[in-house]
Every structure is written in structure tokens, then in C-alpha cells.
């Protein structure tokens, strides 16, 4: 979406793959939850080619070298409960050291307004490198209301990763939080009478945890 320079569609073809998987109705719960994983892990190679390197010195069985390792040792992964706890396990695959925070939201399903009802953040989160995650960036509201909260906190490094967005949620968010580099998996086309992604994957939350 060129209007949106902090907004990256993955197109990946592996990624892309992964995705069609997880649209199939006969595809059952344990196998959406690896795959949720999976895709996770994979994005956030692209997720995170941005983040600053510093120069440090080290001893190979050949000899001494100055090599590249990550500045910023601070990562807080942020899943919106409770469909992001599926990607959780794959953005920590990656970064094992992440602390992981969480917000609670739901949608009242007459407004289709987002609710928070929890937020348990680590106390130095104003100065990590934050990820927030959601399988899906639908209206764009439960998104647009946990960057509300974690700027309100302080935290100024924030990225936000989803799977399926619809254009609807992407111009919300990208409009509501322009500094807030967001990654997504892939565009599907728009959004239902019922505010569903189409063609979407149905409810995550659901083929993630077998509540359905």
C-alpha cells in the first residue's frame, strides 16, 4: 500500500502458502496453531531487518573479530488476547530473550468497538523494542486501542504484526498510529456486513484454541 510507507504486505510465497493452509475449513485446530506459528516466525525475519546492529568483539576457534550482534536487547512481545497467543510461540522461537506483555480486548459485537479488559506490560516496556501481535487486523479498532495504551505508557519503538489484514483496518491503523510500522502476511479484499475479513480464515481465536 503505497499511500502507507510504515505498512508491508508480505507477499512471500512461503508465507502466502501457509496462509491458503490456514483458510481450508477442514484444516483443524492443532494443525492452525502450528501453522499460525510458523507464519509468525517467518515474518518476523522481515519484521525485524531494520533493527540496529552494533560492532562487537568476539573470538572464533580462528581468531578475533568485530561482528554485528543486535543493539537492542530489550524485546516485549505484546499478543492481543486472546488470538495473538497463537503467534507467540514463533516470535519467541526467534527472539527467546522477549518478555511477553498482554492486552486483553474483545469486540462488543453491536458497535464493534474495541473493549480492553486487562494489560500486564514489564516495568521497563517504555524502553524495549515492543511487537505487538494479532492473527488478524480486521476493523483495525483492538489494534488502534493497544498502541493507545502503550504509548500512554511511554513506549515509543513500537511494530505490529498480523497475518490477514483487511484494506479497511490497514487505513485506520496506518492513519490512526502513521509512526507504528506494521506487517502483514497478506491483503485480503475487504470487510463484511458482519466487520469479517473476506476471504479471511473465520475466527482465530476459535481454530486456534478448538473453542468451535
Known amino acids: 500500500m503505497e499511500q502507507y510507507p510504515n505498512v508491508q504486505i508480505m507477499n512471500h510465497p512461503l508465507i502466502s502458502h501457509k496462509i491458503s493452509m490456514l483458510r481450508k475449513c477442514e484444516t483443524g485446530h492443532k494443525e492452525f ?52 497467543l497463537g503467534m507467540v510461540d514463533g516470535l519467541v522461537a526467534m527472539l527467546p530473550t522477549a518478555r511477553i506483555g498482554h492486552i ?41 486501542a493497544s498502541l493507545d495504551v502503550l504509548k500512554r505508557k511511554g513506549v515509543k519503538n513500537l511494530r505490529f504484526m498480523c497475518i490477514v489484514a483487511a484494506p479497511e483496518g490497514v487505513k485506520a491503523l496506518a492513519e490512526a498510529h502513521p509512526d507504528v510500522k506494521v506487517y502483514a502476511g497478506v491483503l485480503d479484499d475487504c470487510l463484511n456486513e458482519n466487520k469479517y475479513i473476506v476471504p479471511g480464515l473465520g475466527d482465530a481465536g476459535d481454530r486456534i484454541f478448538g473453542t468451535k
Open 33 to 84: 496453531r502450528e501453522l499460525v506459528g510458523e507464519i509468525a516466525m517467518f515474518m518476523l525475519y522481515e519484521a525485524t531487518r531494520d533493527l540496529a546492529t552494533k560492532k562487537v568483539q568476539i573470538e572464533t576457534p580462528i581468531c578475533e573479530a568485530q561482528v554485528d550482534m543486535v543493539a537492542e536487547e530489550r524485546f516485549v512481545i505484546v499478543p492481543i488476547l486472546r488470538a495473538g
Open 104 to 144: 486483553g480486548m474483545y469486540r462488543d459485537h453491536e458497535t464493534h468497538e474495541p473493549i480492553t479488559y486487562y494489560c500486564k506490560m514489564p516495568e521497563d516496556v517504555a524502553e524495549s523494542e515492543v511487537i505487538v501481535c494479532d492473527p488478524m487486523l480486521a476493523t483495525g479498532g483492538s489494534a488502534i
